[in-house]
């Protein structure tokens, strides 16, 4: 090694690690052997070492009840969390499709409607996390509205504002430069009871049966807020935040709510949910995209008028109740999501998973789809070995280097660079299954959990850290665990410290993409990259 590349190892040595960020270089050696390179004191040698990495068929199933689409944790109880909407397909792993389930509540148990209730309308209100700085206010428009009995002049503004990128994934756009991609959504009743107990309604494969269909819209990418102001004194009539109103049917709700009104359906929330079992969203599209839409700012409103007896004058003012979403609340909510991997390249694949050798190709998806899982060969352990004992060669770095696949994977798809988690598995001796059992030893000394480089190139790939996991296993004699790879990243609480291993995004990561695997036979085959320094 060059005085050079010696000077730039110890060079970079006093950058701390910080979990997945992104660098336009490449420090090959951790803080855990930075004093070896003090003034020159060790040689450093970068070697490279293969791996058995092969995929995981996670049967296109996951647990997507309420305990696993939490986006944070926030320490009051009430965690914020994602429901994924819409369709997206592509040649690698087929057509993806998801729905959102939940339970609903009274926003009060046994409400007086009042006398003779009757409902004006009801409203769904979607709240995609919208650009606040790209706003879009519309010309003010002048008309009139009724009123109570009474007709007033009023004028109405709309400003409209576009959907975060950043939660959107797959063809967003209708050809280069095209608008924006047409959501079609549909809202239904569902007649079967959401049992959160049980099993079968915890898993993303759920089967549910639905009644009425209650209102549907088309969804342009946009989210809209509306200010009607009444035009004799400036007053407001009306204001709503940013969001996607869909319209439902009020005769629906005029005979499943105002119509029990006083009745044991209405009386508590496990009567309730019997009797109103919930909603579906849903799309009809097979192609388009993905989009996560935050579950906690969801409304369901009723606007409803009965009738008041003011000193002898009979009139119907008109009120608002809302039936909530919120999973504060206790309510069921699943994330539906089907497959059909039909002719796609994930089909052929996952026929013939080598776990011997290790597939040439590695798929990893979100919600359900397959996963990757690493070894690190029982030879190359035995190599450290001997040079640690022999040559005192002490391990500085190590990461599992893995390329996206440039002859598969090259495309315009939304790239993260945090959004994978990595944990160590061993063996359940009750079920013989491999399971999690934590952190990797590297997140929880502090090391972070990878680096992304050149994401907006083909192909671009990520430095996975396992300095002090590989150093366990050579220098303190524990256990060579394989390593599971999954999207999705770890889920932070609002501390901003991690939630724990089992808490992570993968439940709603929309992300996917094909790697370079074990393939002898291409340059970036996912390699062990470990520097190790030797004494002079």
């Known amino acids: 090694m060059t005085h050079t590349v010696k000077r730039t190892l110890a060079i ?8 997945s960020l992104l660098y336009n270089c490449e420090p090959e050696a951790d803080s855990l052997g930075e004093q070896l390179f003090v003034d020159g004191a060790a040689e450093g040698n970068v070697t490279s070492y293969p791996l058995i990495a092969y995929n995981v068929n996670n049967n296109d199933s996951i647990r997507s009840d309420a305990g696993r689409l939490v986006n944070m944790i926030n320490t ?7 429901a994924v909407l819409g369709a997206f397909s592509e040649g690698q792993f087929g057509m993806q499709k998801a729905s959102y389930l939940t339970q609903l509540r009274m926003s009060t148990d046994n409400f007086n409607f009042g006398t003779t209730p009757k409902v004006d309308s009801v409203v769904l209100v979607l709240r995609p996390n919208s650009v606040a700085d790209s706003v879009v206010t519309r010309p003010l428009k002048d008309e009139s509205l009724l009123v109570g009995t009474e007709t007033v002049p009023v004028s109405t503004e709309i400003k409209s504002y576009p959907t975060n990128f950043i939660n959107k994934y797959g063809k967003t756009k209708l050809g280069p ?11 239904d009743e569902i007649t079967t009871f959401l049992d959160s107990n049980t099993d079968a309604f915890k898993y993303s494969n759920v089967v549910v049966n639905t009644g009425e269909s209650l209102g549907s819209a088309v969804f342009d990418g946009n989210v809209t807020s509306k200010t009607i102001t009444k035009k004799s004194d400036n007053s407001a009539l009306f204001t709503s935040d940013a969001g996607l109103r869909i319209r439902l049917n009020k005769d629906f709700f005029q005979t499943k709510i105002l119509d029990k009104s006083g009745k044991p359906e209405l009386m508590d929330a ?21 989009l996560q839409i935050p579950t906690e700012t969801m409304e369901l409103i009723m606007y409803y008028t009965n009738e008041k007896n003011d000193n002898g004058t ?8 809302k039936l909530l979403l919120t999973g504060g609340i206790g309510n069921a909510r699943i994330g539906q999501y089907e497959y059909d991997r039909t002719n796609s390249a994930w089909a052929t694949a996952r026929q013939s998973i080598n776990t011997t050798d290790g597939d040439d190709k590695l ?7 397959p996963s ?7 030879e190359t352990i035995n190599k450290l070995k001997t040079l640690y004992n022999n040559d005192k060669a002490a391990i500085m770095s190590a990461s599992i280097r893995i390329f996206t696949d440039a002859a598969t994977w090259s495309n315009n798809y939304k790239r993260k660079a945090n959004n994978f988690n990595l944990v160590p598995l061993a063996k359940n001796e009750k079920t013989g299954l491999l399971e999690p059992t934590g952190f990797t030893s590297d997140l929880t000394a502090g090391f972070g959990l990878m680096r992304s480089y050149d994401l907006d190139k083909n192909p671009s790939y990520y430095d996975f850290i396992v300095t002090k996991t590989v150093k366990d296993i050579v220098e303190g004699g524990k256990d060579n665990n394989i390593l599971l790879i999954n999207m999705g990243d770890f889920v932070l609480t609002t501390a901003g410290a991690y939630g724990g291993y089992k808490f992570t995004s993968r439940s709603f990561a929309t992300e996917r993409a094909v790697f370079v695997g074990s393939d002898k036979n291409n340059a970036n085959r996912i390699q062990l990259k470990v520097t190790y320094g030797t004494k002079k």
């Open 12 to 19: 970079l040595f006093v950058a701390v690690f910080g979990s």
């Open 76 to 82: 009051s109880g009430i965690s914020p969390s994602y």
């Open 177 to 187: 430069g095209g608008s924006h991609t047409l959501m079609h959504i549909n809202v």
């Open 270 to 290: 496990a009567n309730f949910t019997r009797y109103f079992k919930g909603i579906k969203l849903s799309v009809t599209d097979t192609d388009g995209y993905l």
């Open 314 to 321: 009979i009139t119907r003012p008109q009120s608002t109740f």
């Open 363 to 369: 798929y990893l998806q979100g919600m359900g789809g």
């Open 372 to 378: 990757v899982r690493v070894k690190i060969p029982d």
